[in-house]
């Protein structure tokens, strides 16, 4: 299966991301992996900068912004890219921190939007 360019940040500067969960490199480094609604298409981001639970949106260092959407979940075209990714940058993904990280940004999600539904 192939991998193609993605259009650039100013044509595309949000994108929506179903199915989605963060992977972490044994680098340090945290990136969206998902399915991206726009292009219908697995994506990877470039790494997470920062992350807004409020919007539920991560920020990363191209620019770009990632909108999360439903629960985190697994795609197998998100994975396919994410293991590609990972072999174009010589690099390993960190599982358990994966995990615990995906975790930890829905939790995050979850509790902004009960305090948003409280207010």
Same mark, same amino acid.
């Given at each position: 299966?192939?991998? %193609? ?9 949000? *994108?929506?991301?179903?199915?989605? &969960?963060?992977? =972490?490199? /044994?680098? @340090? #480094?945290?990136?969206?992996? @998902?399915?991206?609604?726009?292009? !219908?298409? @697995? ?8 992350? $807004?639970? $409020?919007? +539920? #949106?991560?920020?990363?260092?191209? @620019? &770009?912004?990632? &909108? *999360? !959407?439903?629960?985190? +979940?697994?795609?197998? $075209?998100? $994975?396919?890219? %994410?293991?590609? %990714? ?13 995990? =615990?990280?995906?975790?930890?940004? %829905? *939790? ?6 009960? /305090?948003? /539904? +409280?207010?």
């Amino acid at each position: 299966m192939p991998v %193609w360019p993605t259009q650039t940040v100013d044509e595309q500067p949000m *994108l929506h991301v179903r199915s989605w &969960r963060i992977a =972490a490199t /044994k680098h @340090g #480094t945290q990136h969206v992996v @998902g399915y991206c609604v726009e292009n !219908l298409e @697995g994506r990877v981001s470039s790494a997470i900068e920062r992350f $807004d639970a $409020d919007t +539920g #949106t991560a920020f990363t260092t191209s @620019g &770009r912004r990632y &909108r *999360l !959407l439903d629960s985190p +979940g697994w795609n197998w $075209d998100a $994975d396919y890219v %994410w293991r590609r %990714w990972l072999a174009s940058q010589d690099a390993t993904e960190n599982e358990s921190e994966s995990e =615990a990280v995906t975790s930890r940004t %829905w *939790l995050a999600v979850q509790t902004a939007v009960s /305090k948003s /539904k +409280g207010a």
